[in-house]
């Protein structure tokens, strides 16, 4: 008889049997890791018994909430300065941070049947969105919009286009603006695109218009048993990796 996938998932966390007692792991992550790391965390916890506990906002928010105090046992940031500021706090458990993920930049549109975008210096973003808004993460803030802002920047298009930018609290609230059509067009991360079938990636920027996107992960001082060490070491395992692949985020080797 064949071995449900999920089973098989767990299996490879390495964890055989539930504890008898279970533990609450308290993950705080970046919104645009969500759908791929519900289900690494529903693997771990059919193996192990233990709960893991998930707050998804954007990397800004989730480091100050972190820095004043909000219980968590694991930051996963969608950008290096977030995880500095929680670092610099004193609030990593030394030795434990480290570069999980990577991801690509896209400009999506609403539904399947958009047509591809060249892009590159001076490309006419204003004249594709016309009188409609570009919907981006916020551009000061949150990790996908900071991306963004730098790409439009180092592509000489950013002041004449961002009169028309709408900005959203994280780049999954960016990515609902455009599957919803409320805006033609938004800035997210490929992730966050193949997650929706109401938007289609119409161009990817070049990686050398940003900064690289990567994704740090640490332990924090507030973790207090095993749990939480073993689902921090299960995030770069094999299992975990191939989901994150799957979901088509860079996994390092």
């Given amino acids: 008889m064949p071995v449900a996938p999920r089973l098989c998932l767990a299996a490879l966390l390495g964890v055989l049997a539930a504890p008898a007692l279970a533990d609450e792991v308290v993950v705080f992550a970046a919104a645009s890791m ?3 790391l519900d289900e690494v965390a529903d693997a771990f916890e059919a193996a192990t018994g233990h709960q893991v506990t998930i707050s998804y906002a954007g990397s800004n928010a989730l480091a100050q909430q972190i820095i004043a105090g909000a219980p968590a046992d694991l930051f996963l940031s969608a950008a290096v300065n977030w995880m500095d500021a ?18 690509t930049l896209v400009l999506i549109a609403h539904g399947k049947a958009a047509p591809p975008v060249q892009i590159g210096p001076g490309f006419d973003l204003v004249g594709l969105l016309g009188p409609e808004k570009l919907a981006m993460a916020l551009v000061d803030a949150v990790p996908a919009g900071q991306y963004g802002k730098a790409a439009l920047q180092s592509l000489g298009v950013w002041d004449a286009v961002a009169p028309s930018v709408a900005q959203a609290d994280n780049v999954r609230a960016a990515l609902a603006l455009v599957a919803t059509g409320e805006a033609p067009f938004g800035i997210t991360y490929a992730t966050d695109a193949a997650a929706d079938d109401n938007v289609t990636i119409v161009g990817t920027f070049p990686s050398d ?3 690289p ?24 395992g094999d299992a975990a990796g191939a989901i994150f692949a799957a979901a088509g985020f860079k996994v390092p080797d």
Wanted: proline share 6%; net charge negative.
């Fill in 209 to 211: 218009s940003h900064p």
């Fill in 213 to 236: 996107i990567r994704y740090p992960a640490a332990l924090l001082t507030g973790a207090e048993d095993a749990a939480d060490r073993a689902f921090f070491e299960a995030l770069s």
């Fill in 34 to 36: 969500k759908t791929a």
């Fill in 86 to 103: 929680v670092e610099q706090a004193g609030l990593v458990v030394p030795g434990t941070r480290a570069d999980l993920l990577g991801n």
